[in-house]
Each structure stands twice: as C-alpha cells, then as structure tokens.
C-alpha cells in the first residue's frame, strides 16, 4: 500500500509537471515564440521554428525532419558564424547560443530570426545530446536598427562636411585665394569643392560690373541685376 500511494504521488506530481508545461507553451506561443528541441545524436527536430517556417509561408508538410534541412534555409552569409556560436556553446566556451539569421520565405524574401537556448543533456563523455531553446521573428527591429543605421552614416557624414570648413582660414586680403595645407594658395572656388560637396556657376555682381565694365553699366544703367 505504501508503495501504491507513493506511485500515485508521484503520477500526480507528473501531471501537475506536465500541466505547468503546456501552460508555459501555450504563453510562450502566444508571445510569438517557437520552442526548439534539437537532438544531436539522432539529428532529429522537434517542434524547430514550427510556427516561424509556417509564419513564412512553409506548410506544415514543408517544415524541417532534421538539422541538416533546417540549414538549407539560412542565408548563406549568416550561416557560417550561426554554425560556429552553436559550436562555441556545445564545447562550452559559451554559456548560451544566441544568434540572428535570415531565414528564406517561401516567396524567396529573407526575414530575420532569433534563437537562443542552451544544451541541456550531455552523455558520460561530457558531449551534448539535448539543445532546447526559443525562436522568434526579429524582422521588424532589424528592419529599423538597420534604418537607423543608415540615418546615423548619413548624419555623421554631413556633420563630416560641416566640420571641414570650421576653424580660421587664411585668405588673402587683395585677391582673396585661400592658403590651403600644404601652403599653396587656391581660388575660392577650388578650395570650397575640395573641402565641400559643392559646385559652382559664374556671374557679375552690379559692383563688378560698373568698377570693371562701366561703359556696358552706363549704356545699361536701368538694368536691373
């Protein structure tokens, strides 16, 4: 009898387990997160990306048995450095495995994924047999860090060409060439397109104009400028 009532506290126990556990999926899946479960001895998946793949279009038919099949859709330029922090994590030179890839859509568009987890079992010889973990799409806010990124490049450039101008220039007070760095003395305009993004048009200011052609000034003298 005692061992009968152990058993069935411990079925309970299970149960109870069991319930915790579907609850935590069932959250977790409402959150937008997959639940990974790789085992490496068999190579089999459980449940890898199951609703990222059918979130890109993947029927459930179309998701991947295996590890060697959920590799064929990482973006090749992500997938090198994904195989090499798994690597890193199952030798235990790191204590987690977090990473971002593109996974290719069915429509052959690329999306950004996360994954993290960790091993979980490993065999009497110290080697990973168990890898549990968490996926989610991560698209949109690679898609903004991305725009921002370039915002910041182009800002920082401009801020580049305001800068060049900044400081005491040294201009000559009679025919107004620039010394430059090297101590040559450039017209104004060559000097501005080498320091600026800028390009020039020439005219004649009215100034100009009556001092260095008066008598087109005085001929012309209700031109208007």
Known sequence: MHGLFKNRKRIKELEKRIAELERTELALEAAGFDILENNFVTGEVFGTNRRTFESLGYSPEELPKNLDETFKYIHPD??????K?????????????RAEM?????DGSWIWIGNYGRVIE?????????????SF?????RIVEETLAEQNRELREAIEHIKMLQGIIPICSHCKK???DKGYWDQVEDYLHKHADVQFSHSICPECIEKHYRPVFVKNQNLQF
């Open 78 to 83: 992500d997938l090198d450095a994904a195989l």
């Open 85 to 97: 922090t798994m690597q890193d994590h199952v030798e235990g030179k790191i204590p987690q495995y």
């Open 102 to 106: 593109r996974l290719k859509a069915k």
């Open 122 to 134: 490993r065999n009497e010889e110290g080697k990973a047999t168990r890898f549990t973990g968490l």
């Open 137 to 141: 799409n991560i698209n949109q806010r």
């Open 178 to 180: 620039i010394r430059n």
